[in-house]
């Protein structure tokens, strides 16, 4: 099978040495990446920036914005069989990027946000992806919730959702404990490391209804 990964987080500029980001460190995305090259599958990592080495035999494409992201997955779904969006993607961007570095004239710096493209969002209803998606979900309260009404939203067919308020698990973590909610159910797998949770969501991920 084809898998398509993303991982990490996205770098929205503020203006030349400042950005919006997030906590991820890809290591959810990597081992997920890397446990589906072990089992054999032909995988595509699409990454935000990080620290992180590329598991062996995985090709691999670089981005730094959610719009290059969006534009990385958007181009390269052909043939793709399994979709998985791990990427913390930013959800807000600034509206302009300065053309040079802002300085401290004021207390106060407001900055205009806008929405950035929704990519998990996108994939059925924009990029026509028929093959199976599984979303990420990363919650501080009402995981299973949000989870189950990200799955509706999105219209996937897995998605993989925790609590990253909770500390050892997560954003910053080795080790991570998710719940995988379908549309009929759900089910935890127990702490363990990220690259153990990941064998076991690519092991679902293949099984899943066609």
């Not at 991820?24 to 032909?42: C, I, K, W």
């Not at 990427?87 to 806008?114: F, G, M, N, S, W």
């Amino acid at each position: 099978m084809k898998f398509l990964i993303t991982a990490g987080p996205t770098r929205e500029p503020i203006d030349p040495v400042r950005y919006l980001t997030n906590r991820s460190s890809g290591r959810m995305g990597y081992a997920l990446a890397g446990a589906a090259r072990h089992d054999g599958h032909e995988v595509l990592l699409i990454s935000g920036p990080t620290t992180l080495d590329v598991p062996p035999g995985v090709d691999f494409i670089p981005v730094e914005t959610a719009q290059q992201m969006y534009d990385a997955v958007r181009d390269m779904l052909r043939g793709v069989d399994v979709a998985i969006l791990c990427a913390a993607v930013a959800d807000y961007r600034p509206v302009a990027c300065a053309e040079q570095k802002i300085k401290k004239h004021t207390d106060k710096l407001v900055l205009e946000l806008e929405r950035t493209p929704d990519i998990l969002g996108s994939m059925r209803s924009v990029f026509g992806f028929s093959g199976k998606l599984i979303g990420f979900a990363a919650e501080t309260q009402n995981v299973v919730e949000y989870g189950r009404d990200k799955l509706v939203r999105k219209q996937c067919d897995m998605v993989v959702a925790n609590d990253v308020s909770q500390p050892g698990i997560g954003f910053d973590s080795r080790e991570n404990a998710v719940v995988l909610i379908y549309p009929d159910r759900e089910e935890y797998l127990e702490k363990d490391s990220k690259e153990r949770i990941a064998m076991q969501i690519i092991e679902h991920a293949t099984i899943l209804p066609s």
